[in-house]
């Protein structure tokens, strides 16, 4: 069973801006760290940008300054801001959980779809 759930994916022109979300279904996605994943077509999976439990992000040296990944812990949801896209960010993004408190817990998503077009 597929315990989370991303949204906002979209079509968008170059230069443009979409709103991912990723919450879980049966748990609080508070309890866990989370990763932001994409890959296009053809591609290897790609490593995006990170948040810990506590608030710490970290992000792929080519989403610097564009990306923000963020928590609402009163939506128990994970947000990553993605502005000034590139048409070589097309690409299904997917979200994961990781060292949640409980095991079982640390799953993925099945993924939004975003194409950027130039």
């Known amino acids: 069973q597929v315990q989370l759930v991303e949204s906002g994916g979209g079509s968008v022109q170059a230069g443009g801006s979409l709103r991912l979300s990723c919450t879980a279904r049966v748990f609080s996605i508070n309890m866990c760290g989370v990763i932001w994943y994409r890959q296009a077509a053809g591609n290897q999976r790609e490593w995006v940008s990170s948040?810990?439990?506590?608030?710490?992000?970290n992000y792929a040296d080519s989403v610097k300054g564009r990306f923000t990944i963020s928590r609402d812990k009163g939506e128990a949801m994970v947000y990553l801001q993605m502005n000034s896209l590139k048409p070589e960010e097309t690409a299904m993004y997917s979200c994961?959980?990781?060292?949640?408190?409980?095991?079982?817990?640390?799953?993925w998503g099945q993924g939004t779809q975003v194409t950027v077009s130039s």
């Open positions: 994961r959980t990781v060292n949640c408190w409980v095991s079982t817990w640390n799953s």
């Open positions: 948040i810990t439990r506590d608030g710490l992000t």
